[in-house]
């Protein structure tokens, strides 16, 4: 299932002799089966226990929600065909789409060329079907696992619906909109026992759990700050880029109210189909779509992920409003959170897409700072502990930012048995941080958490109730 890979490069910037520190007792990796940096690990498949797939046998998916992201990240990445036949990679699944889901008839018309064109070229004999209703593609026994690419707001129900019907689940990030229908995922994993992969390909980039494994074994001495951003600069409006398709026609093409899910009914509007990322009714903006991406690899680099104890969040939307209007959308265009955890280690993640001048990515510890750039990391130690740390340089860590590495390593922990590396472990925490950012700024509150009894409250000690769906205007 793996690449052939560079043997990645340790660069000794200094030989001069140290005292080397006692290392930390090795903590528990919440971060799956990404191999050690130093070293190319060819893992023999295991005898798999009652229930889970043998290493040899092919994996049935299906996809619900087959748009840009369900359809080319997921459903092409799977089949391994690009539109025009092409391969996308080099991985070798063992893997066939065998069935599709979404409410616009276009996209599933184009899911069922692609998987049916997919079908054809392999010579597999089975059929391909196409649903409107999710659950019917559900209720096929052959389907082991389920890719889920829909809008935000359906996340929830369809993955808990899916790990009940015994269907391992690929859900793209944000995990969930809101924090209490994150945790209901969360409790039907545990329950089931079924795996799930969140849908951040940076869980599997390399960098992180080359970090996380120098963390573990006490090199940077304690955690004090981790950062990271993600910045655009649109001047025509973050996600204004995506097309109003003529052919979506509620009550023809698409069953509006069936989309609306558990949102509040209102006027069908191409805008909040297409470009929904930009309505808090559907999506968070930033927090769930660019930041989500920095907050998960940024958790499993610690080595051990925690909840948060407190979250702060700043933003507006004040360039927006002046440039494209009051009506162009809900969400910030500027972001700024604040994280505390029980540790001590604070994390700062920030987004934007009026400015693209990020910060750079790195994990201070007291005692050395970890610096990540493309596939490289540097270990730099502070100051006072020069002469007791090398500075180390990591090259051609693999793998980079890639879907089908992530995908790999979904499959693999399928087959395996074994958590993958965006587990509901770390979702369910990169979730917590993303939606208590969402409370902190709409409410105006700093919000302190208790992962023990799942209370929210502010400083003052006032609990507050997880926002969910018609809590706050707009939702």
């Not at 009940?164 to 409790?187: I, N, Q, W």
């Not at 996380?212 to 951003?229: K, N, P």
Request: with cysteine; net charge neutral.
């Amino acid at each position: 299932m793996k690449k052939a890979k560079k043997r990645p490069r340790a660069v000794k910037e200094s030989r001069r002799e140290f005292i080397k520190k006692s290392a930390l007792a090795a903590t528990a990796v919440m971060a799956g089966c990404a191999p050690k940096v130093s070293e190319v690990v060819e893992k023999k498949p295991t005898v798999a226990p009652p229930g889970v797939l043998g290493a040899n046998d092919r994996i049935v998916v299906g996809f619900v929600g087959v748009g840009g992201q369900g359809f080319y990240a997921h459903l092409q990445s799977v089949i391994n065909r690009n539109d025009d036949g092409e391969k996308r990679h080099d991985y070798q699944y063992n893997a066939i789409g065998a069935a599709a889901c979404d409410l616009f008839s276009k996209r599933r018309d184009r899911a069922f060329q692609a998987l049916d064109a997919a079908r054809a070229a392999e010579g597999h004999t089975g059929e391909i079907k196409v649903y409107e209703d999710y659950r019917a593609l559900l209720d096929r026994n052959d389907i082991d696992a389920v890719f889920i690419g829909t809008v935000d707001h359906w996340h929830a129900q369809v993955a808990i619906d899916a790990l009940e019907s015994g269907k391992h689940v690929y859900c793209e990030k944000p995990m969930t909109r809101y924090l209490g229908e994150a945790f209901k995922v969360y409790d039907t994993v545990k329950r089931t026992g079924m795996k799930f992969q969140i849908g951040s390909q940076y869980c599997t980039e390399g960098k992180w759990h080359k970090a996380a494994e120098l963390i573990r074994d006490g090199r940077i001495g304690r955690l004090v700050l981790a950062q990271d951003s993600y910045m655009r600069n649109t001047p025509e409006g973050e996600w204004n880029y995506y097309e109003l398709e003529p052919e979506l026609e509620p009550g023809k093409t698409i069953d509006w109210k069936k989309w609306l899910g558990p949102v509040s009914e209102r006027p069908f509007d191409p805008q909040y189909y297409h470009r929904w990322r930009k309505y808090y009714p559907f999506c968070v903006g930033i927090l769930g779509d660019l930041l989500a991406h920095r907050i998960h690899p940024l958790l499993l680099a610690t080595g051990d992920p925690e909840f948060p104890y407190r979250v702060t969040c700043l933003g507006n939307r004040k360039i927006t409003l002046e440039t494209l209007g009051p009506d162009d959308r809900d969400v910030n265009d500027n972001t700024q959170v604040l994280a505390e955890f029980p540790s001590g280690m604070g994390m700062m993640v920030i987004g934007c897409t009026v400015n693209e001048q990020g910060l750079p990515q790195m994990i201070r510890g007291n005692e050395a700072t970890l610096y990540f750039s493309g596939n490289t990391l540097e270990l730099r130690p502070e100051r006072p502990y020069a002469d007791l740390i090398d500075p180390e340089r990591f090259e051609n860590i693999e793998p980079g930012v890639e879907v089908p590495a992530h995908i790999a390593n979904f499959f693999d922990a399928i087959r395996n048995d074994k958590a993958p590396n965006g587990n509901i472990d770390v979702a369910i925490r990169a979730q917590t941080i993303i939606s208590l950012a969402e409370m902190s700024d709409r409410l105006g509150q700093m919000m302190y958490f208790d992962w023990k009894t799942r209370k929210i409250t502010n400083g003052s000690g006032q609990e507050f109730t997880p926002i969910t769906y018609g809590t706050l205007d707009p939702s």
